[in-house]
């Protein structure tokens, strides 16, 4: 898999790709489950608008027009986030190596772990598991799925 350019310069300018139905979505965004207790943990110690300052952080239950719009694209948001860099749209394994990967340059034991999680090939092995832990955690918590 290849690794995509992720520096402020790699979101081209114009409209993003993006259904009529989630016409005002922003360029740049992260969906994400909000009631997931370790994705909002990670997203807050990932620190992405610190490095991303446009970037939009989205709870996906807050979201139900871009879910649907997803959807409508095949992603399936109870099985990933998804990262929106202008035209670069990731998901899954994918978007998780791409949060790690504009991270790695953070100092000592956190910048190499992340630089190490943001390679494709561990992310795609990791990601399904940290994918089945969240459903688990969320149904041990009572919590429905984004709808």
């Not at 402020?8 to 740049?28: E, I, L, R």
């Not at 956190?110 to 090939?121: D, E, N, V, Y």
């Amino acid at each position: 898999m290849p690794r995509h350019s992720l520096t402020p310069d790699a979101s081209p300018p114009g409209p993003s790709k993006t259904s009529d139905a989630a016409s005002c979505v922003p360029q740049s965004y992260l969906l994400y489950d909000g009631e997931c207790p370790i994705c909002t943990r990670y997203i807050a110690w990932s620190a992405l608008r610190r490095i991303r300052p446009e970037l939009m952080i989205i709870d996906a239950r807050q979201a139900p027009e871009q879910v649907a719009a997803l959807r409508a694209e095949g992603i399936e948001i109870n099985d990933s986030m998804v990262l929106q860099l202008g035209a670069l749209r990731l998901s899954g394994a994918q978007a998780f190596a791409a949060i790690n990967q504009l991270n790695h340059q953070r100092p000592g034991f956190t910048g190499a772990l992340l630089s190490w999680l943001g390679r494709p090939a561990v992310a795609q092995r990791l990601y399904p598991l940290l994918a089945l832990g969240r459903r688990l955690l969320l149904a041990l918590l009572g919590r429905q799925k984004i709808r």
